[in-house]
């Protein structure tokens, strides 16, 4: 069991360009929840996913922010015209989607924008 | 929705003693409180969770107590060793449908000192 895989680890991007963070569940998981940490900082809820569906974006800033779970591959939380504000760890985690079941983490992807 | 509030930020103890950190939540719908840990630099992990129709769930030194009538529940470190050390955060989810995020404290240092 692989568990959840999330690439790349390191992400370094300049000002105003595009990042891409891929995120695929563990196997069985059919519930895939994004958050953003800030360094010192805990974890804050960006968007909740099911295949082909979001379930729940509230935690995630209406411009420049975008995440898919297609049918076939990995989610993508997508970030456009990244500022260095953007700059954090985002960590993927999924879930079978049942109540009172946790999640299990991906390693999470560290975004620094220069 | 959810809020979670999680004390102390900061906690330090000398190897061997005893280590509590509580949380309250806002939801009375609420009915699943995992705990996770976070090293430095790596993912959270699940160490130990409940649920709303048990009171007390232990696991070798760690321990989780839940107050449904007060909204809180508290991690309890035994004979703490330098292994501890790190960010422990709380999370509960209300609903009983499964499609409800996990919402997570704000963490609690544990630095625990030989």
């Known amino acids: 069991n692989a568990g959840v895989m999330q690439n790349p680890r390191h992400l370094v991007r300049r000002r105003g360009q595009e990042a891409r963070l891929r995120c695929s569940p563990m196997k069985g998981h059919s519930h895939v929840y994004w958050y953003r940490q800030l360094p010192e900082e805990g974890l804050k809820f960006m968007v909740y996913?099911?295949?082909?569906?979001?379930?729940?974006e509230s935690g995630m800033p209406k411009e420049r922010f975008s995440a898919e779970f297609p049918k076939e591959g990995p989610s993508i939380l997508r970030i456009q015209q990244v500022v260095r504000g953007d700059s954090a760890a985002y960590f993927c985690a999924s879930s079978p989607g049942t109540p009172n079941y946790g999640y299990t983490f991906g390693s999470g992807t560290r975004l620094t924008v220069v | 929705g959810e809020n979670v509030e999680q004390h102390p930020s900061t906690l330090s103890v000398q190897e061997g003693d005893s280590a509590v950190i509580k949380c309250t939540y806002s939801d009375s719908a609420s009915n699943y409180f995992p705990w996770y840990k976070q090293e430095l630099g790596k993912r959270p992990q699940l160490i130990i969770d409940?649920?709303?129709?048990?009171g007390e769930k232990k696991d070798q030194r760690i321990a989780v107590t839940l107050n449904k009538t007060a909204k809180h529940f508290s991690l309890h470190i035994t004979e703490t060793q330098p292994e501890d050390s790190a960010v422990y955060f709380c999370a509960a989810r209300g609903g009983n449908t499964g499609f409800q995020k996990l919402v997570f404290g704000t963490g609690t240092r544990l630095l625990v000192s030989p």
């Open positions: 409940i649920r709303s129709n048990v």
């Open positions: 996913l099911q295949k082909e569906n979001i379930i729940d």
